[in-house]
């Protein structure tokens, strides 16, 4: 049944809630919807003493691996962690406690998807897909979605549809799919994809970008057959939003069991 699943977005080292198709190599295109005066270990520890599994922490781009540490240490076995994962790093995050890495952009050298750098990852992780989430965060072209890397400002050449994702599941236990084009700008979820994900994924597979009120839990719920679960951000209130409360979803979770 659809979830609400938590996030730490980190930046340069702090917690952050930034418009996704932003996120450019240059800092003056950047545009922030909240940055936190709080650490990552406080949000990690708001969603364990509120049993909110299943939260991913995505550091993006460098200087944040000390904050995704700090969160790890709160709630050991228990997040995921995404941003920079290749074969070389992805067994010592587990190491360091994350349940699960997610892994993007290595998958795509010079924006070709490649099997051997997937098989690669699986075997750094002793061949536990279980430990594993590939995310297929992805930007429109057209009337169809391709996976986008590099902070979601590369589109790659592999376009999400039911085949690239039969493709994929044998090597994962879960997706990650934001939506760049809608992520952070808290005006509605992508009511086109969110079915399309429901009927091509048979794993967990959970949906970030754009949710702007509670009632999008709902309609996720609806569009998906309560197979697909939402990630809401920046209008959450522990995120300076005002259009969602983390108590609300807390007790949407709660409604679900």
């Not at 991913?56 to 228990?78: C, F, Q, T």
């Not at 979605?145 to 999400?160: G, I, P, S, Y």
Request: hydrophobic share 40%; glycine share 8%.
């Amino acid at each position: 049944m659809t979830r609400f699943r938590p996030c730490i977005d980190l930046h340069s080292g702090q917690v952050k809630q930034i418009v996704g198709g932003t996120l450019t190599t240059a800092s003056s295109d950047l545009k922030t919807n909240y940055v936190s005066t709080l650490p990552a270990s406080y949000f990690a520890k708001l969603y364990k003493d509120n049993e909110l599994t299943g939260a991913h922490v995505i550091m993006l781009g460098p200087g944040n691996e000390d904050a995704a540490k700090e969160a790890l240490m709160e709630w050991s076995d228990a997040l995921q962690v995404g941003g920079g994962i290749t074969d070389a790093n992805a067994a010592r995050w587990i190491e360091l406690g994350a349940q699960k890495v997610i892994i993007t952009s290595y998958l795509f050298p010079d924006g070709k998807f490649s099997m051997e750098r997937l098989e690669t990852v699986l075997k750094a992780l002793q061949g536990n897909k279980e430990k594993l989430v590939i995310d297929l965060s992805c930007r429109r072209k057209g009337e169809t979605w391709f996976v986008a890397m590099n902070k979601w400002q590369t589109l790659t050449d592999m376009e999400v549809t039911r085949e690239s994702i039969k493709l994929l599941e044998p090597f994962c236990s879960e997706f990650l799919v934001h939506a760049a084009d809608n992520e952070g700008l808290q005006r509605g979820i992508d009511e086109e994809l969110v079915p399309r994900l429901a009927q091509w994924c048979s794993i967990p597979v959970t949906y970030a970008g754009g949710g702007k009120d509670i009632a999008d839990l709902e309609s996720v719920k609806r569009l998906s057959n309560g197979r697909v679960d939402l990630t809401i951000g920046s209008a959450l209130d522990i995120f300076g939003g005002n259009a969602v409360k983390f108590e609300d979803c807390i007790e949407w979770n709660k409604r679900q069991k």
